[in-house]
């Protein structure tokens, strides 16, 4: 038998979630149950007939400023941050029950879940997880915009953003084989400037954002601060990237690296990684696996001084 880290996972016991929708500002409950091994990821929407979306990328539906599911016409939005939490604390099995079409954005991090998980209990099922480890390089560039994701043991990410002031560039590395999401990745919230909200809003965006969903970034920094971690951006687009990539089906094995990406070239790179059957294999871990390398997270806020030591 594998070691209980190689095992599928689902949720102990049901759990409910209750707020509005971060773009459509529509109030939803959603409720999250236990599944049978090798279930995956499925949303059902009980407002519409128990209609059922799983979450892999065939499902992807246009994607902008958040990751949406469509299948039939039927629309799941905003997936990212509950998939994040549910692939970063190696949850496989899951049904996710919502009553409209967007999940809440609850304080705008993956914390709430991850806490829930963590007080329900993670319960092991008895069918060896399956990874889909990346055998070569596959790439998606646009402009000075980039990701990619490459061989390699464990499940690491380095990720880069350039924004305006006050944010500058962040970097971080992480590598979630070491159990580092719940620590480092989690608590880190969507962002968005002051300058924007009302051009967004006219596009019929955010219009369920708030102080106490979203960092609200004016000319001189956060204007709801303090901040979570100095480098809080970056980790939210890795928290972002982590969720987008759980449309892969499977929890990657591999080197994930991205520059300037966003929802759109995430899950491109899920799109084009699927359709090269050459570039991966599903595989299970061995049982006598070298130990994985040490988890790192390392973030710098270049030209930002405001925002560090939060």
């Known amino acids: 038998m594998a070691p209980s880290a190689h095992l599928e996972q689902t949720i102990a016991e049901p759990l409910e979630f209750t707020g509005v929708g971060l773009h459509s500002g529509a109030p939803v409950t959603m409720r999250l149950l236990p599944a049978p091994a090798g279930s995956g ?16 990328g065939r499902n992807v539906a246009k ?60 319960r092991t099922q008895r069918r060896r997880r399956e990874y889909l480890r990346v055998l070569r390089p ?12 490459y061989p390699g043991s464990g499940y690491r990410i380095e990720y880069t953003i350039d924004f ?22 989690a608590a880190a919230r969507t962002f968005g400037y002051k300058a924007d909200e009302q051009r967004l809003r006219d596009m019929g965006l955010i ?39 759980a449309l892969a089906g499977r929890r990657i094995e591999g080197h994930v690296v991205a520059e300037r990406a966003g929802h759109a070239m995430h899950t491109a790179l899920v799109s084009r990684l699927l359709k ?3 570039a991966w294999e599903l595989a299970h871990v061995p049982v006598t696996a070298a130990p994985a390398e040490a988890a790192s997270l390392r973030g710098t806020a270049i030209g930002s001084p405001a925002l560090l030591g939060a």
Do not use: C, W
């Open 63 to 122: 994607v902008s400023y958040a990751t949406s599911l469509m299948r039939q016409s039927v629309l799941i939005s905003t997936t990212e941050h509950l998939l994040s939490a549910l692939i970063g604390m190696g949850v496989d099995n899951a049904i996710v029950e919502l009553d409209n079409l967007e999940l809440p954005i609850l304080d705008g991090s993956a914390l709430p879940y991850v806490e829930a998980f963590l007080r329900v209990g993670i």
């Open 207 to 245: 219009r369920g954002a708030s102080p106490e969903n979203a960092i609200v970034l004016g000319s001189k920094g956060p204007e709801n601060g303090p901040l979570r971690f100095s480098d809080e951006y970056v980790r939210h687009k890795v928290l972002d990237l982590i969720g987008d990539l």
């Open 276 to 278: 090269d059957r050459s």
């Open 41 to 56: 990821i499925v949303f059902r929407r009980t407002d519409l007939d128990n209609f059922e979306i799983p979450a892999i």
């Open 138 to 149: 596959v790439e998606v560039r646009e402009g000075n915009k980039f990701i990619g994701v």
């Open 164 to 185: 305006p002031a006050p944010i500058g560039q962040q970097r971080a590395s992480v590598d979630l084989a070491a159990e580092t999401y719940g620590t480092f990745i």
